[in-house]
């Protein structure tokens, strides 16, 4: 069963920020809330991953609520190579992948 | 740095023969080792993970089987492959460590896709 709850598929115009929601209501006390992206016919690409505290790298940000239930990734300044499928995981090093955001960046 | 590689990127094998996909991981030691399956339009299915050598967790029943005869070598078997065994086959590696936070950052290899007709 899922752990977490993405939208299917967003759009998102060259140069703006891309939010990407991510549901995890049933996220337990030691599971970090994980996202990684994959461009088509490549393996998946770490991107950034989190426990409580909001988290910031070269790549993105990742915003956690206070409740840990639901967090969203951000990419401030999204660029045609950001379209890709966006995984949003909850575990710790076994990780279960599901379906993901399409992030399709447009011109 | 690190490095992970996995071969063969590309094999067609007919039903019933039998598979070898083989990883290695340059510049690290005793690190985690995953086997995932992606198959069309599908997610990624984590198939196998293994904490050290001769250490194999299997994640769901199927078809295939792992070994990892050495600290940096991951290799994924079949002896009889099947029409469902199509997909696109994925290695990763993590730090290890029980506590180690970064033990979810997981480094993909550049994939393996199969296709059984």
């Known amino acids: 069963d899922a752990k977490t709850t993405q939208p299917t598929s967003m759009d998102c115009a060259e140069g703006r920020a891309a939010n990407l929601p991510c549901n995890h209501s049933?996220?337990?006390?030691?599971?970090?809330v994980y996202w990684y992206r994959q461009i088509h016919s490549q393996g998946p690409q770490y991107i950034i991953h989190?426990?409580?505290n909001n988290e910031t790298n070269e790549m993105a940000s990742l915003i956690i609520t206070e409740d840990r239930k639901s967090s969203t990734l951000i990419l401030p300044h999204a660029t045609l190579r950001d379209t890709a499928v966006y995984y949003c995981i909850v575990g710790y090093s076994t990780l279960t992948f599901g379906k993901g955001t399409m992030l399709l960046v447009s011109p | 740095s690190q490095t992970i590689h996995q071969w063969p990127a590309t094999l067609v094998q007919p039903v019933g023969s039998p598979l070898s996909l083989e990883c290695t991981v340059e510049g690290t030691s005793n690190p985690n080792l995953y086997w995932y399956r992606q198959a069309a339009g599908r997610g990624l299915q984590l198939l196998f993970y293994?904490?050290?050598?001769?250490?194999i967790s299997s994640e769901v029943p199927q078809n295939l089987s792992a070994s990892r005869p050495q600290d940096r070598q991951f290799i994924l078997s079949s002896k009889k492959l099947l029409l469902s065994d199509s997909g696109f086959y994925l290695c990763?590696?993590?730090?290890?460590?029980?506590?180690?936070?970064?033990?979810?950052?997981?480094?993909f290899g550049e994939g393996s896709r199969l296709t059984v007709l």
């Open positions: 989190g426990l409580k």
């Open positions: 990763a590696w993590s730090n290890s460590g029980q506590w180690d936070r970064r033990a979810g950052e997981l480094f």
């Open positions: 293994s904490v050290g050598i001769g250490q």
């Open positions: 049933t996220i337990s006390g030691n599971e970090y």
